[in-house]
């Protein structure tokens, strides 16, 4: 099985360590891993902000990079859903229904793809998780509160592996932290509030770490956290799944 | 966007000047959205009943105007009068000569957001008829002189202190109570005088049901009735969207509406009008008002399922934290995000964009519309018909320029976080909105491309 | 062309393809309990149940409970002696109201609601008018839900016809429920 590793352009630039982990993390698995080099970003910040239209380039060049692959991982349930979504080409549409439906976030690709039963990390503190809304409503990678449907959650399960770690409960399990793309810089304020309200749920609950599938809404609330010289810090569960 | 100053994220900002207060409408509205989530809960066939009645309202689209006409031939022959408007205008136009004809200047009227959509009060006041609106949360608002900032709790973002000095003022209740029991029972005796004085009534309407032609009016409050069953004249003003097929499909709706609205196993009351009282009028206002033009719109029209609940309004955490007036439209939140641009594109423009999409609203809908499907949609259309700024355009065509090109995406990342680095001052300052509450991430010396690179390609 | 035409042509231009309508069978679920789940939510609502063994008993609560109402207007002939016998032809006359006892003939057990048509009363807003409502109704008459409550209902033909759960209620302000908005201020259900 050879796995294309898919870096979103934020994590590539800002937070390559974890693109490392899930790199390493996958080949843990025991996956054979390939990083096309020349990949950029799925086009979602284009869509979101009304002109998919432009997003053709960004199509392109992500079949040109993602084609041949059995599978594509990505450590953003985001930019996945974006390309489950949205990644159409009319010269290369085959090619784009592949990538479509096999796509995945890299903790639905771990269980339900790899079905990790086991995993061999450690991270002895307690952590809070947020859910980002796209992997959540979006691919489904945990139940959503506004369902009467049976509870269950992909990231839960896995951390649930990890030693010495504790996930604390919260009082809102899923309310949006406010990140939304241009959103955070458009509605600056109530993006704000809704990133400070969503981090105070986890600090009251003890937190010591706010883990995520979802970068964008983890840097932030790291920018939040590190404005309010707060102790807690955030991790991706990249990250948390790759260390001893 | 297209408002200048007046537009949901200036408004939005100004909500937020008091944080406290963003707090306490945020925390208010999340409880009834937990209450709703309760309610939800206590029917294992929850999500089967949102299904059926998503389905029943797809039939109605598609037999819209069978369904209609249906409705019209059994409420004339149930001695029911039936008015067709095709807008705002010609609505307000009809309500107001059928009261002026009768020699009526004074109404009572219970909640309708129709009304609200087609500025009815402002109308009728123009042409001298006096309007009391009876639903304690839209009589607050009307005294305050402001428009209802939720479709359910229209008074919501206003604390029991500014009621009871507002009733203080024009109900003469004791100066600082703001019991809100005591406030209830002055608003109650207040109105009991207009209920028992008014001739005309003016309700909105829940569900018109095509095969009896009766319509279905809910409150909790009961205001409808005590205008409707005292008045000599009931007009009754509904959305052409309103109608369903059958009697029995009401068992769905209601079932449905009241615990997605407020948490309650339903309304207190539901009233069935299928006929006027004996010698008095019963008269029905159809509205158009862009419906049918919503209609024809393949991505929008399952907005028409609407019922009206709220919910997706309860559990909009942007909503939550910007309150109902900064939509500057008569339903505000995520389905009045995706209805006002049918009405407006250029004047509603921002609202799609008032939104993170993380779909809660789309969840909660006990009629399954793809609200935030819709709203995404609606960006589309609205950058398409041109209702952006330049300076996005400009900043959204430099972004694809560089994220189309490999090259010239790796230099500028690089250049980006080498200026970061260095000259921090040049990020981070009072023109980088991110900054103003927020750190900015830390670059890294190097991007995970150029590690690969170094590390593995070797 | 008038605006009904107008309207009508512009739906009829737009409407999507056709879609079936669903049935509704499977949510006619029987509930041995439907009596209890009846008294449980109508308590939680704001209304109070009484379990009588007949209308002896309901007399004497109406006694105990309504001890200072000056007008009752009951439509129950069982309970004679019970309410002024006046013809009501006017119904702001019965804004002097303060208790109306009113029979139902359909009580759903999911929501504590009663069903009540206009031929059994005087005038329409007498049931939202009155102070205080009393409303009498026979256990086999409770039904689990809205669906049977429809079923029950089927295509009868009433002016006017409503459903009741509860007293009057607002939380209009800051969400503080009070019973008791424009309609009655408390609701009492007695099952036989």
Not at chain 2, 30 to 52: I, S
Not at chain 2, 180 to 204: H, N, S, W, Y
Not at chain 2, 396 to 407: A, D, I, K
Not at chain 3, 98 to 104: K, R, S
Request: with cysteine; hydrophobic share 40%.
């Amino acid at each position: 099985m050879t796995v294309a590793l898919f870096v979103p352009c934020y994590i590539d630039q800002f937070y390559p360590h974890v693109a490392i982990a899930t790199l390493q993390v996958l080949e843990k698995a025991g996956v054979k891993v390939v990083y096309p080099p020349k990949q950029t970003c799925c086009g979602q910040p284009m869509a979101n902000s009304g002109y998919a239209h432009l997003t053709k380039g960004c199509n392109e060049l992500f079949i040109e990079n993602f084609t041949g692959f059995d599978y594509i991982v990505s450590p953003s349930g985001s930019c996945t859903l974006h390309i489950k979504e949205h990644l159409h080409d009319a010269e290369n549409e085959k090619e784009a229904e592949y990538i479509r439906n096999h796509v995945y976030e890299l903790t639905e690709f771990l269980t339900d793809i790899l079905q990790i039963e086991q995993w061999d990390a450690a991270f002895p503190h307690k952590v809070g998780i947020h859910h980002g809304c796209h992997g959540l409503r979006g691919l489904k990678v945990a139940q959503m509160s506004e369902l009467v449907a049976e509870p269950f959650s992909k990231p839960g399960k896995l951390l649930n592996m990890v030693k010495g770690l504790e996930i604390v409960a919260l009082s809102r399990t899923d309310e949006c932290c406010g990140f939304g793309g241009t959103f955070c810089v458009a509605e600056e304020a109530v993006s704000v509030k809704m990133g400070q309200d969503r981090v105070n749920d986890h600090l009251s609950h003890g937190a010591e770490y706010i883990v995520g599938g979802d970068i964008s809404c983890l840097m932030h609330m790291e920018g939040i956290l590190r404005r309010q010289n707060s102790k807690v810090r955030v991790k991706h569960i990249a990250e948390i799944l790759n260390g001893h | 966007m297209n408002r200048e100053n007046n537009d949901h994220a200036t408004l939005a900002g100004r909500f937020n000047e008091n944080e406290q207060r963003v707090s306490w409408h945020d925390e208010t509205l999340w409880w009834v959205r937990a209450k709703r989530d309760k309610a939800a809960h206590t029917l294992p066939e929850w999500e089967q009943l949102r299904a059926a009645a998503s389905q029943i309202k797809s039939n109605v689209l598609s037999n819209l105007s069978e369904y209609l006409v249906q409705f019209e031939g059994r409420a004339l022959q149930n001695g029911v009068a039936v008015h067709w408007a095709a807008d705002a205008k010609e609505h307000n136009q009809i309500v107001a000569d059928l009261l002026t004809a009768r020699g009526v200047d004074r109404i009572v009227k219970s909640k309708s957001m129709l009304t609200e959509e087609c500025h009815l009060n402002e109308y009728l006041q123009s042409r001298g008829i006096e309007v009391v609106d009876t639903d304690l949360g839209e009589r607050i608002v009307q005294l305050a002189g402001e428009p209802p900032s939720h479709i359910v709790l229209p008074c919501i973002h206003k604390k029991k202190e500014e009621i009871g000095e507002l009733f203080h003022q024009h109900l003469g209740t004791p100066a600082g109570n703001a019991d809100p029991q005591l406030l209830t029972r002055a608003a109650r005796k207040d109105l009991r005088e207009k209920f028992l004085t008014r001739r005309a009534a003016i309700t909105g309407v829940n569900f018109a049901v095509a095969e009896s032609g009766e319509f279905v009016v809910c409150t909790n409050e009961g205001n409808a009735d005590m205008g409707a069953h005292l008045a000599d004249l009931h007009i009754a003003c509904m959305g052409i969207e309103k109608i369903i097929p059958q009697r029995k499909h009401l068992s769905v709706f209601l079932r449905l509406l009241a615990r997605s609205a407020t948490g309650q196993p339903i309304t207190t009351y539901s009233s069935h009008y299928k006929k006027p009282r004996k010698g008095k009028e019963i008269h029905i206002v159809l509205v158009d008002n862009g419906r049918s033009v919503q209609l024809g719109r393949a991505d929008f029209r399952n907005s028409l399922k609407c019922i009206r609940c709220g919910a997706c309004m309860n559990t909009c955490p942007v909503y939550r934290r910007s309150g109902g007036h900064s939509y500057h439209t008569a339903i505000a939140g995520p389905i009045g995000s995706i209805l006002a641009p049918n009405l407006d594109m250029h004047k509603y423009a921002d609202l799609p964009f008032a939104s993170t999409l993380c779909g809660s609203c789309t969840n909660v809908c006990p009629v399954k519309i793809d609200i935030h499907d819709q709203l995404y949609k609606w960006r589309q259309v609205l950058v398409r018909e041109g209702h952006t700024t330049t300076v996005k355009k400009m900043a959204m065509q430099g972004m694809t320029f560089t994220l189309s090109n490999p090259r010239v995406y790796r230099f500028a990342g690089k250049a980006g976080r080498w200026l970061m680095n260095k000259m921090p001052y040049m990020v981070n300052n009072k023109w980088n909105t991110w900054y103003k509450q927020r750190e900015m991430p830390e670059p890294p010396e190097q991007s995970f491309s150029e590690w690969y690179k170094k590390n593995r390609e070797r | 062309m008038s605006s009904r035409e107008k309207i009508l042509g512009a739906i009829k231009r737009s409407q999507p393809p056709q879609c079936p309508l669903p049935g509704l069978d499977s949510f006619l679920q029987d509930n041995a309990h439907a009596l209890q789940q009846y008294t449980e939510v109508l308590t939680s609502i704001g209304g109070t149940a009484h379990i009588v063994n007949g209308y002896t008993e309901i007399k004497e609560i109406v006694k105990q409970e309504y001890n200072d109402a000056r007008c009752i207007v009951s439509l129950i002939p069982e309970l004679p002696g019970v309410g002024t016998e006046t013809a009501y032809h006017d119904p702001h006359d019965l804004a002097m109201a303060d208790l109306a006892i009113l029979p139902a003939t359909i009580g759903v057990a999911e929501n504590g609601a009663v069903w009540i048509t206009e031929e059994i009363l005087p005038q329409r807003v007498l049931p939202f008018i009155t102070q205080h409502l009393a409303v009498v109704i026979k256990r086999e008459h409770i039904v689990p839900t809205m669906h049977h409550a429809y079923e029950k209902i089927g295509n009868a033909d009433y002016g006017f016809g409503v459903f009741i759960a509860g007293p009057s209620k607002t939380a209009d302000i800051e969400q503080s429920l009070v019973l008791g908005a424009h309609g009655a201020t408390s609701m009492r259900i007695f099952i036989l």
